[in-house]
């Protein structure tokens, strides 16, 4: 066993995504004092994940450039990036830079141009370590943490992060036939998976609303002429998104609601007289989303596991519309008749003879449809940690270092994001930003939310570390 000691003043992230890539250019560029970080990603690059690995320039940012600049102090700094960066790297800044949505992998590559710069202008000395492997297991002392990597690498430091970002189910058992099926594509981005389906004559989505996008985006890119079905459990499907102002902030008028059927009631009252006027409805969620954080954790457990259980779906498809350019792909398809959409669970599949035969309840009705393709849609979506498969997040759950969170997902911290064990105590020196944490901030899976998590974790570590006197 190797054991790598960190120098006084330390921080170790576990996840080097955008949430621990930012974090980490946040404490680089706002320490006062000599600062040793350590990363622990398997990953070859640091900044990209899960969202930004995509290296098909089909798939976009969720969102307009101007919102997702890494300074909200500089929100131009992103547009001014893409301006001087994006040509390098296969993409042409349109006119309106500010209001497009560039290439996920383009903005990848900005958080690690800008984790880059931090590091080569880091201030007092301070250093920057990648480790490429898995965190396996974590103890927390008082002054102390340290992490074994899956290597059998020990890291210790002053201050510990955990930046991981979400897990993707398992299969269920109705649908285990279709697990190592060369028609199956268990991951929408899954560009090896998407190439098998090109010569396919109809292929099923599971799921009807970002990832869904992504995937009939990736498949025309690749010349696929056959038929989709779009299916998903509520029926939504997502539309695109257009520029529109926000409306006016509703929910400023007296106490916030304080139950989930209360909140139904006002923004059904107020999506009503946006339509009297006349106006854009996309213009409701620029005005809820402010508010969500203070909505979610002045809400009970109970409340909150209303919302999640009956509008969560109505929420995520009205909040999280897809670049205009994706769904002008996608309108295309359907204008071409190329593509069907509804509500339907699934009973069970079958695979035979390299079809696959999905058994599907429509309302009352129960039909049975053969595919020659199946693409998942759903997304990473598993929160709850209980049931997440990863040796590192067992290892923490059965430590006792963390607990989960009493709604489910993600895991138990205060409201600024140190964690609490499964005594009820609050680690001072472990703490977690994005998808851990979404239990407790819900909306912190977006960018904005991540960068200020980020932010307020960089200051708060920061302002525990005490200045080293030099003679």
């Known amino acids: 066993m190797r054991i790598d000691r960190i120098p006084h003043h330390s921080v170790a992230i576990v996840g080097g995504g955008f949430a621990g890539a930012v974090t980490a250019l946040k404490l680089l560029d706002r320490t006062e004092v000599p600062l040793a970080i350590t990363i622990i990603e398997r990953r070859e690059e640091l900044g990209r994940g899960i969202a930004y690995s995509t290296p098909e320039p089909v798939h976009l940012v969720n969102g307009p450039a101007e919102i997702f600049s890494l300074y909200p102090e500089d929100p131009d700094h992103l547009s001014r990036w893409l301006v001087g960066n994006g040509p390098a790297n296969g993409w042409t800044p349109p006119a309106e830079v ?5 290439p996920r992998y383009l903005y990848g590559t900005y958080v690690r141009d800008e984790l880059a710069r931090a590091v080569a202008n ?5 250093t920057l370590r ?15 943490i340290r992490i074994t990597t899956a290597d059998g690498t020990v890291v210790e430091a002053d201050e510990a992060v955990l930046a991981l970002g979400v897990f993707q189910p398992r299969l269920p058992a109705t649908e285990a036939d279709l697990a190592g099926h060369p028609r199956f594509a268990a991951n929408p981005w ?3 998976a998407l190439d098998r389906l090109i010569d396919c004559k109809k292929i099923l989505l599971i799921g009807s609303s970002l990832s869904m996008v992504d995937a009939i985006a990736s498949m025309e890119a ?7 079905r779009v299916i998903s459990r509520r029926g939504q499907f997502v539309e695109g998104r257009r520029t529109v102002e926000a409306a006016r902030d509703f929910l400023a008028d007296g106490p916030l609601p304080a139950t989930a059927r209360e909140l139904l009631s006002r923004v059904k009252a107020e999506r009503r ?3 009297a006027d006349g106006a854009d409805w996309q213009g409701l969620p620029l005005a809820i989303r402010p508010h969500i954080l203070s909505l979610w954790q002045g809400a009970s457990d109970r409340e909150r596991l209303r919302f999640t259980r009956h509008l969560r779906a109505f929420w995520d498809v009205t909040a999280h ?7 002008q792909i996608v309108e295309s398809v359907i204008a071409k008749g190329r593509l069907k959409h509804g509500r339907a669970r699934i009973l069970r599949f079958a695979a035979e003879d390299g079809e696959i035969t999905a058994e599907l309840k429509t309302g009352t009705d129960v039909e049975t449809v053969s595919f020659d393709g199946v693409i998942d849609c759903r997304g990473h979506q598993l929160h709850d940690w209980r049931r997440v498969s990863d040796p590192f997040v067992r290892s923490l759950l059965a430590s006792g270092e963390v607990r989960p969170h009493s709604t489910g997902y993600g895991i138990d911290a205060t409201p600024a994001g140190d964690l609490i064990n499964e005594d009820g105590l609050v680690h001072r020196n472990l703490s977690a930003i994005g998808h851990p944490l979404r239990g407790v901030a819900w909306e912190s899976s977006s960018i904005t939310e991540q960068r200020a998590q980020a932010i307020a974790l960089a200051d708060r570590i920061l302002a525990k570390l005490t200045p080293i006197r030099v003679a």
Do not use: C, K, T
């Not at 500010?98 to 560039?102: E, I, L, Q, R, V």
């Not at 880091?122 to 301070?126: M, T």
């Open 98 to 102: 500010s209001s497009s949505s560039p």
């Open 122 to 126: 880091a201030r007092l000395g301070s």
């Open 130 to 144: 990648h480790i490429r492997s898995s965190a396996a297991a974590l103890v927390a002392a008082p002054n102390r």
């Open 190 to 192: 899954d560009a090896r």
């Open 222 to 228: 690749r010349g696929y002429h056959g038929r989709y």
């Open 273 to 275: 007289a946006i339509a």
């Open 321 to 327: 519309r897809s670049a205009p350019e994706s769904h």
